[in-house]
């Protein structure tokens, strides 16, 4: 993207904060003028760098001035972005050249035009981290190429954001203002329940099940009636057959005439009622009717039956296939679990020539100091001033702290022996990050502490493996 010359304001003037003395012996800020210089920038990136470094001694942390150091760099940074683009007019094709990266870090960057992707915000982030891990070997740190970086970074997070306040927002009010505008309808109670039917079965053919579901409804219903009429019938036909065996009994028994008349009078009450009960289901039209019915509803109940009965079928056999089909994956499984332990070893064994080969690069490189030892990594790429199982500490920072003879580490650099300083509290924690007592028989158990009297063992072992990587 072409540069504005002019749009950013030359009397601009970013202050930094105030400084203490020790941190004004790294870089002396002053209030950056215009648009900063790269040397500006540089002192402003250093001047942090030395706050992170010390913020690690107890009683030298200010978060205060720290955070005043980021507002500051985010200015003379935002400085530097205006004064090359323009935050009015933001074309699509602007391009973001990122600086040229030495060889030792294996990130590549490409340019990258107008907003950016996450995974170009992601690259870029992990060249950042990547390049800062050797900021405490002089000879492998450049601070122009690290202050461009980082500018790089800011100016396609500032494209991000750019690009985001461009695009417009929906505006809730007048969606609301739709939405009351639209009339309210009402429907058919009956395109209601159809609509709603369609709804509920769009795309399979359900409606055509539900027509034969009710289908069986009423079928159902009209196999129910006459079920129930018969068992009325029956149970009044029963009654009576009863009660009719009680008068006959009593007829039998011996009696005066005129209780034999009564008894009679009352059979043959009996029976009339009888007749009259039995009367409908006996004319000549009416039972031929209702057995052919009784017939055709029964046929009816047989198919229906029948074409549940084939669901169920099929679905057993669907059953059985899926039991197969879940044994097979099974087996495969175990099968395919064998060939991934195998790849896990080859991929442990891949990560440790990746870190033997890393030592390497290392230790072949001339004139190194005890700083070298702050560069090597472990297995799982981290240097010791990021991992938080070291609470980021390396050897340059207790080369500062800890020089008493009693925390005194003797390491071969380049076939010359030479003095690092650790002390006892983090020993164990240096064994753990380069993985050095995986038995934990020099470790307290449950923390990173080292068992007493087994201080010189630790230390020893430390030394040994640190000289067998850099002598």
């Known amino acids: 993207m072409a540069g504005h010359p002019g749009w950013y304001p030359p009397g601009q003037i970013c202050y930094p904060p105030e400084l203490p003395a020790y941190l004004k012996n790294v870089y002396d800020l002053k209030p950056v003028i215009g648009v900063p210089s790269d040397t500006e920038v540089m002192g402003i990136h250093s001047v942090i760098d030395a706050a992170h470094r010390v913020a690690g001694v107890p009683g030298m942390h200010d978060a205060d ?226 057995a052919e019915r009784f017939n055709q509803l029964l046929d009816r109940f047989n198919q229906l039956s029948e074409r549940a009965n084939q669901p169920l079928q099929t679905a057993n056999e669907l059953s059985e296939k899926a039991n197969q089909i879940a044994e097979r994956s099974n087996q495969l499984a175990e099968q395919a679990q064998k060939p991934v332990e195998r790849l896990a070893d080859i991929l442990r064994n891949v990560n440790k020539v990746l870190v033997a080969i890393q030592h390497a690069i290392i230790r072949s490189h001339k004139g190194n100091t005890t700083s070298a030892v702050d560069c090597l990594v472990n297995d799982r790429g981290e240097t010791p001033s990021i991992c938080p199982a070291t609470d980021c500490g390396d050897f340059g920072f207790f080369a500062k702290y800890y020089t008493s003879n009693g925390n005194r580490l003797p390491v071969t650099i380049s076939g010359v022996t030479q003095n690092l300083y650790i002390p006892n509290s983090s020993i164990g924690e240096f064994l753990d990050f380069y993985g050095l007592d995986e038995n934990r028989d020099l470790h307290e158990e449950g923390t990173h502490a080292i068992r007493e009297r087994a201080e010189g063992v630790a230390r020893t072992r430390l030394g040994d493996y640190l000289s067998s990587q850099l002598g």
């Open 65 to 290: 001035l720290l955070m005043r150091l980021a507002d500051h760099l985010f200015g003379v940074q935002m400085a530097k972005y205006r004064s090359k683009y323009s935050l009015i007019t933001f074309p699509s094709d602007a391009m973001y050249t990122p600086p040229a990266l030495p060889a030792h870090v294996t990130v590549t960057l490409e340019p990258v035009s107008g907003a950016p992707s996450d995974e170009e915000i992601v690259r870029v982030q992990e060249a950042v981290r990547a390049y800062q891990h050797f900021s405490s070997v002089p000879s492998m740190f450049d601070p122009l190429v690290n202050m461009k970086l980082s500018q790089h970074l800011f100016d396609i997070q500032m494209a991000r954001y750019m690009r985001a306040a461009g695009e417009s927002l929906p505006n809730p009010a007048a969606q609301a203002m739709e939405r009351r505008e639209i009339p309210a309808q009402t429907m058919d109670p009956v395109l209601v329940d159809k609509a709603i039917a369609v709804t509920n079965n769009a795309g399979t053919g359900a409606n055509a099940a539900e027509v034969h579901q009710t289908s069986q409804m009423s079928a159902g219903v009209d196999i129910r009636e006459l079920m129930e009429r018969s068992n009325q019938l029956t149970e009044r036909l029963s009654k009576l057959l009863e009660r009719s065996n009680e008068l006959t009994e009593r007829c039998t028994q011996p009696a005066d005439q005129s209780h034999s008349q009564t008894l009679a009078e009352r059979f043959n009450q009996v029976l009339e009622q009888l007749t009259r009960v039995l009367e409908p289901t006996r004319r000549p039209a009416e039972p031929d009717q209702l």
